[in-house]
């Protein structure tokens, strides 16, 4: 996007000999504003392709599922890929990242919030995640920032798994977590 010069902002003067007021016509530019330039970002980022992004973590046995913040014993961690392509950003002198922000709630900065017991409404599954490439071990779900190419190209790998956030036995039943991907152009 190209912005052509544009004044802003003028700042006029006049002088006048003696006292008094001096009549319109006497006044003079003595500084014009302008602004102009090139914006130029991504018009749109795609994540998987704009599918959306799916972790099953499949069936899991409740009596191996009662240690307080810890995943199931025995469960191994699910693997999954953000895909993105923020298009053609050669011309981006900016920065780009990912952040990832829980939607259905957060118990802390770690524990997406998943499921809620009936009785009490008390979150008792959580989800954790990580980046498998980036040297963080878990990412947070307020504000996490996933890493982008400045190619604008590229996968992150994660890794995924739930968590008693309660300890002890669990509720049967189902659970799930919703969380955000933000692109952020710096």
């Not at 003595?30 to 970002?41: C, D, E, F, P």
Request: with cysteine.
């Amino acid at each position: 996007m190209t912005i052509p010069k544009t004044d802003i902002a003028v700042i006029k003067g006049a002088w006048v000999d003696g006292m008094g007021s001096p009549s319109t016509g006497d006044f003079h530019d003595l500084v014009k504003l302008s602004i102009q330039g090139n914006l130029t970002a991504p018009q749109s980022c795609k994540i998987n392709q704009g599918d959306v992004i799916k972790v099953n973590f499949g069936f899991i046995n409740g009596q191996k599922f009662t240690t307080r913040n810890a995943m199931p014993d025995g469960f191994t961690p699910v693997d999954f890929d953000i895909t993105y392509d923020c298009g053609d950003t050669s011309k981006i002198k900016n920065s780009l990242q990912m952040r990832i922000d829980g939607t259905t709630g957060v118990v802390d900065q770690y524990n997406l919030v998943a499921r809620r017991r009936s009785s009490d409404n008390v979150p008792d599954v959580g989800i954790r995640i990580e980046n498998l490439g980036g040297g963080v071990a878990n990412i947070p779900f307020q504000n996490g920032i996933l890493p982008v190419d400045p190619s604008g190209h590229g996968t992150v790998n994660m890794r995924a798994w739930p968590v008693n956030l309660v300890g002890g036995e669990l509720e049967t039943g189902k659970f799930q977590g919703t969380a955000t991907i933000t692109v952020i152009v710096r």
